[in-house]
């Protein structure tokens, strides 16, 4: 006969074998499942099939044997090479296999002594901050299937797991997995559009008579090309630009103003649509570009993280990944490794925050709340719900 969850969970059944060996199932658990994320952190910025083809090197696709497969000791063991090219194999693959075993180490010893079912939720959702994390510091986008999808994982495990929000009921589980998820994405929602509007624009000066080619997907400038679909969030959106000459496939033009939105391209006083313009060249020294204060992505995985956490984690991630995020991005502009007004990853701040809750002793997030309620109540007169802590 099949055991029940509920007995397949209880503290009691796995405390009958020893936590020490528990522990290294877990470490040894997350390491496999790190090398499982190095192929979704590789493959789904790429667009591909996280499961086929099998892993394989990308340089000379040779497929790789189970036993060339072993997280941790194969890096090792072949000092970062392929096997069968000795094409050099990043580094980032050892880090993410023992990073994950480490973080599911970490929730096994935190969680695991009171509810081995809340210590995997963690893991599961602390994966998907892993796999947001990298792909956004190399792409700069978060998957919709980290997003989107963790948001309905989040919910899902909440409805399962109520301990996951400190509560005892599924409809008090859920309610706080609604309203985190709304505040979440309700709330970085608000950050963007604030951002939009003071900050909005982006004036590039380029060396005198540099060559800016607008095609049909992409603007292309001296040092780097741009999608559209990075440059324009809304209809509004123009790119701008004063230009010595503008030259399309059957005319020119001398001095003149460009603007291109979304729906209108516009030199001096002619107006084109943009789909019927494939290229346009154009000579100048300077340029403005729309930009945004975060993504779109952004918002949806701060709803994730509200989803599964709650609203208390949401206020905590926004206000500790802006602190991590301006010490960074100052201390990358005092090193020389970036300029006022670079693009920089949001992403990983809030992961690292949200994690940071995670394993906040469950003291200071009381601590936390507490505050949050009393600055809600005073400055709003908003009474704010009861709040039992998870975290360590």
Not at 23 to 41: E, M, Q, T
Not at 97 to 122: H, I, K, N, Q
Not at 143 to 148: K, W
Not at 221 to 235: A, C, S, T
Request: proline share 5%.
């Amino acid at each position: 006969m099949f055991m029940g969850i509920d007995a397949i969970f209880d503290s009691r059944n796995w405390a009958a074998v020893p936590f020490q060996f528990w522990s290294l199932v877990f470490f040894v658990f997350g390491c496999i499942v790190g090398s499982f994320l190095n192929v979704c952190i590789y493959r789904m910025p790429l667009g591909k099939s996280v499961v086929t083809p099998p892993s394989h090197c990308p340089q000379c696709n040779y497929s790789i044997p189970w036993f060339l497969n072993i997280p941790l000791f194969t890096w090792l063991s072949l000092r970062g090479r392929c096997k069968n090219c000795d094409a050099a194999i990043s580094v980032r693959y050892f880090l993410v296999e023992l990073l994950t075993g480490v973080v599911f180490l970490s929730c096994w010893l935190g969680f695991g002594e009171r509810s081995a079912l809340l210590a995997l939720v963690y893991c599961l959702f602390l994966a998907g901050l892993i796999v947001a994390t990298f792909i956004d510091f190399e792409h700069f986008i978060i998957p919709d299937e980290i997003t989107i999808g963790g948001i309905v994982v989040g919910v899902i495990c909440s409805f399962a797991v109520p301990a996951l929000h400190g509560m005892r009921s599924l409809a008090s589980s859920m309610k706080e997995s609604f309203w985190g998820a709304a505040l979440g994405g309700g709330l970085i929602y608000f950050v963007l559009r604030g951002g939009k509007l003071l900050f909005g624009r982006q004036k590039l000066g380029l060396a005198s008579e540099s060559k800016i080619t607008f095609t049909e997907t992409s603007l292309v400038l001296p040092d780097k090309e741009i999608l559209y679909e990075d440059l324009f969030y809304r209809k509004s959106d123009v790119i701008a630009l004063n230009a010595r000459t503008a030259e399309l496939v059957d005319r020119c033009y001398k001095d003149v103003v460009v603007r291109l939105s979304p729906a209108t391209l516009r030199i001096g006083e002619e107006t084109f649509n943009p789909e019927e313009v494939p290229h346009l060249e154009v000579m100048a020294g300077e340029i403005v570009l729309p930009r945004e204060a975060m993504g779109l992505g952004d918002v949806k995985f701060m709803a994730a993280i509200g989803a599964f956490l709650g609203w208390q984690a949401v206020i905590f991630s926004l206000m500790v990944s802006s602190l991590i995020g301006s010490v960074v991005g100052v201390t990358l502009i005092a090193l020389k490794q970036r300029v006022l007004g670079s693009r920089l990853p949001y992403g990983p701040y809030i992961a690292l925050a949200a994690a940071m809750w995670i394993f906040l002793p469950g003291h200071l997030q009381e601590a936390w709340v507490w505050n949050l309620r009393a600055a809600g109540y005073l400055l709003f007169r908003i009474p704010m719900p009861e709040f039992r802590p998870t975290g360590m």
